[in-house]
């Protein structure tokens, strides 16, 4: 089932500004853009290449809370805009701060995977870090922004006012397959704050994930949740697809089974971005009202 992700927007506007991002980045000098194959990563890396040819170099770190398919998919698309794609590990699941999961955890993950990206800078003679911030971004709970900031990353999207809608519709008329691509945050976003973030956690919700996505399910995501050390799934998906999911009930109930969850929960009021983020300075979160599947 298609979602619109295209809103209604000043065209006029956002070539204004497409053309002050290719200002930007043509005095940039030699860039890494830190990418992950998302929206915003693939739109700034085309105009980058198309503004300074390779002196922007693509690099994306990899780490156990990134999908496979989502690596797959990233490089697909750098070789489809024929750029070369490095690829980098990252060890924030060696901090002991991101792994206790506290609700600033994307400020640990940033900030190793800036670590990593400004040390290649300082080694390899490159002029700047730039990400895929927007402008929308700032609206957000978004603890790894602080990360940046401390490292002098660029967020070329953001300082040239490119909103989330904005770079959607300038990627379609690029021809970008990421137009309209669904948001796709690490798989540690799917773990509630206080609950450890564990490699055998991030297989599971990969897989769990994978396999919906596999019957045709776009917006989805698997929450986990430990009780009394049992593993439970509360499954979000687009409001549009609930329909879909209940005609999928047996079927997701053995596969999340085989997964290994013990419980399998259905969130009734359907995906919503930042869900996790509701408890964050509240004394209690909203209750999702839930269904369960098994």
């Known amino acids: 089932m298609e979602v619109n992700f295209v809103q209604p927007l ?28 998302g929206v915003d990563s693939a739109f700034l890396l085309k105009v980058a290449r198309e503004e300074i040819g390779d002196r922007a170099v693509a690099i994306i770190g990899i780490s156990p809370s990134l999908m496979p398919e989502e690596l797959s998919e990233a490089r697909q698309l750098a ?11 990252t060890h924030e699941m060696e901090d002991p701060n991101y792994i206790a999961n506290p609700n600033n955890r994307c400020y640990f993950c940033k900030s190793e995977l800036f670590n990593v990206l400004t040390k290649i800078a300082e ?54 397959p990421t137009w309209d691509k669904p948001a796709m945050p690490c798989l540690s976003s799917r773990i509630p ?20 996505r596999a019957q045709g399910l776009r917006q989805v995501r698997v929450r986990h949740y430990v009780e009394e050390d049992r593993p439970t799934a509360r499954i979000e998906v687009d409001p549009t697809e609930i329909a879909h999911l209940f005609e999928l009930r047996e079927a997701a109930t053995a596969e999340l089974r085989a997964v290994g969850y013990t419980k399998i929960l259905l969130d009734l009021e359907g995906y919503r971005r930042g869900k ?19």
């Not at 065209?11 to 990418?35: F, P, Q, W």
């Not at 300082?159 to 904005?166: N, S, Y």
């Not at 297989?203 to 919906?212: D, K, N, Q, S, T």
């Open 193 to 212: 704050y206080g609950t450890p973030v564990t490699a055998e956690a991030l297989r599971m919700i990969g897989r769990a994930e994978a396999w919906l």
């Open 10 to 37: 000043n065209s006029s506007a956002a070539e204004e500004k497409l053309a002050a991002l290719r200002g930007l980045l043509s005095n940039l000098g030699r860039v890494i853009i830190a990418y992950s194959g």
């Open 276 to 294: 996790l983020n509701d408890s964050i300075g509240q004394k209690s979160a909203p209750q999702p009202i839930t269904l369960h599947l098994n």
């Open 123 to 176: 080694t390899e003679g490159f002029d700047a870090v730039c990400d895929g911030t927007n402008l929308d971004d700032m609206q957000e709970w978004r603890p790894g922004a602080q990360a940046g900031a401390e490292r002098a990353i660029l967020s070329p999207l953001r300082e040239v006012g490119l909103a989330k809608a904005e770079i959607r519709q300038l990627s379609k008329q690029f021809h970008l």
């Open 79 to 89: 070789a489809q805009m024929e750029i070369p794609l490095r690829e980098v590990d």
